[in-house]
């Protein structure tokens, strides 16, 4: 019996010696393990990514230099007419190489030959030999009376469209199809602006502009060569450019019911709301200066919530065509950054008056959306409303609004291109008071 108690109090004792070493021993290091693949997952754990493929990114492939330039609007310091001075631009081939020899072509005749036939032909006897960077097909014929022999060979290559370079070391005159030019392009940044979208409408990405020495370099065919001479030429015969400054709203309504618009003509007077023109989808309203941008979104704020999505100018000459493109000058992506507001205008007579005659589309990936012919008198803006945000819905279901649209607020300028050796100009870049009285009525 006594054995039995001293075994039972030992029994008792160790449990109790086991309590408190089980009791004191410290917490998990870890509350939660995951195990991936056969691996721990823990907060202390490196994070391991996928390989992905070696591709610029997003942010950097939208970098530009030139967005803030088109991407920002000073409202508070717009002219509706400016003057500048005309200036020359002027297009240069680079790398033309060595000068060639001064020597003189008389009586010489080709026919259906290539370029570098008919330069073998026409070299024969010197120490020049020809070679084509790249097969060159196409077949000249013709007659070269007198000239120079760089006169000569200008010539026959242009007429084959292909471009030469000169190594004076090696004695090869090398031909390719393709060559490199500089742009000296005029002061005034708009029309720069002007001059760049012009290109990039005739699709030509790869310009390489430095606006600290207002230059742009770009590469091409004989075709490239030919469109860009054309738009300096067009550019430079212009008297008139013109310029848009846009602000695009989205706009959320308060209640369940879209945007009284009528109350636009109490609020600021039948007399400011001058044209009414229904697109497809939407309405244009040509209004007077006194509705501006400032007062749009006041007005637009008694009733709803007003978000600015994007904002910026572009230009054209006077009967192009150019765009703006939302997403370009997006504050932060949403569903309206596909859009993309193209415009043809001209300024001139218009049955009598100067009026600014412009066609405005709106369009998507999807198509064209809506499009409105607007004449308007210069100092007018334009305001296009109804245009639904579920436009620009891609999926079954969403939380915007039924009632949310798409608000656009543009305010066109005229640029005067004067000859500044002829007198009228006089170092100002903008018309104001009587000036621009005297303007209008010219």
């Not at 290091?29 to 992905?52: A, G, Q, R």
């Not at 620009?392 to 009632?403: G, K, N």
Request: charged share 25%; aromatic share 8%; with cysteine.
């Amino acid at each position: 019996m006594k054995l039995f108690n001293r075994l039972l109090l030992g029994i008792i004792f160790t449990g109790l010696i086991s309590g408190c070493t089980k009791t004191n021993q410290p917490a998990p290091l870890y509350d939660n393990i995951t195990v991936v693949d056969e691996l721990v997952i823990n907060e202390n754990s490196v994070p391991i990514f996928p390989k992905m493929a070696a591709l610029t990114t997003d942010t950097a492939r939208r970098f530009s230099i030139d967005l803030p330039k088109r991407c920002e609007v000073n409202w508070d310091n717009q002219n509706v007419v400016s003057v500048v001075p005309s200036e020359t631009i002027e297009m240069v081939q680079l790398g033309v190489g060595d000068e060639l020899p001064e020597l003189r072509v008389s009586d010489y005749e080709f026919k259906d030959l290539t370029v570098k036939r008919t330069l073998d032909k026409l070299l024969d006897g010197t120490d020049i030999s020809v070679v084509e960077d790249e097969p060159l097909y196409e077949k000249i014929s013709g007659t070269i009376s007198s000239g120079s022999l760089s006169d000569a060979i200008q010539l026959m290559t242009k007429m084959g469209r292909a471009y030469y370079s000169y190594d004076a070391t090696n004695g090869e005159l090398h031909l390719t199809h393709r060559a490199k030019w500089l742009i000296k392009m005029p002061q005034n940044e708009t029309i720069i602006m002007a001059l760049l979208d012009a290109m990039h409408g005739a699709d030509m990405r790869n310009l390489l502009v430095d606006w600290n020495d207002k230059t742009v370099i770009f590469e091409g065919n004989y075709q490239t060569e030919r469109e860009v001479a054309k738009i300096i030429a067009d550019i430079s015969a212009k008297k008139y450019m013109l310029a848009w400054d846009i602000d695009v709203y989205r706009v959320y309504p308060r209640t369940d019911n879209p945007i009284v618009w009528m109350n636009l003509l109490p609020a600021f007077g039948e007399k400011n709301v001058k044209m009414s023109i229904p697109g497809v989808v939407g309405r244009a309203l040509v209004v007077a200066p006194e509705i501006n941008t400032k007062t749009l979104q006041e007005f637009m704020a008694t009733q709803a919530n007003v978000v600015l999505i994007s904002q910026g100018t572009f230009a054209i000459p006077n009967g192009w065509q150019s765009r703006f493109d939302i997403g370009q000058c997006s504050r932060e992506e949403r569903l309206e950054t596909d859009l993309i507001i193209g415009a043809t205008g001209t300024y001139g007579d218009f049955a009598g008056r100067k009026k600014i005659d412009a066609k405005i589309v709106l369009r998507t990936s999807g198509g064209e959306l809506s499009s409105f012919s607007i004449p308007s008198s210069v100092g007018d803006n334009y305001v296009i409303i109804g245009i639904p945000t579920h436009s620009f819905v891609t999926t079954p279901e969403t939380l915007v609004s039924p009632y949310a649209e798409l608000v656009v607020f543009m305010s066109p300028r005229v640029i005067s291109v004067v000859d500044s050796d002829s007198g009228k100009f006089g170092g100002a870049n903008e018309l104001i008071g009587d000036a621009l009285r005297d303007f209008l009525q010219d």
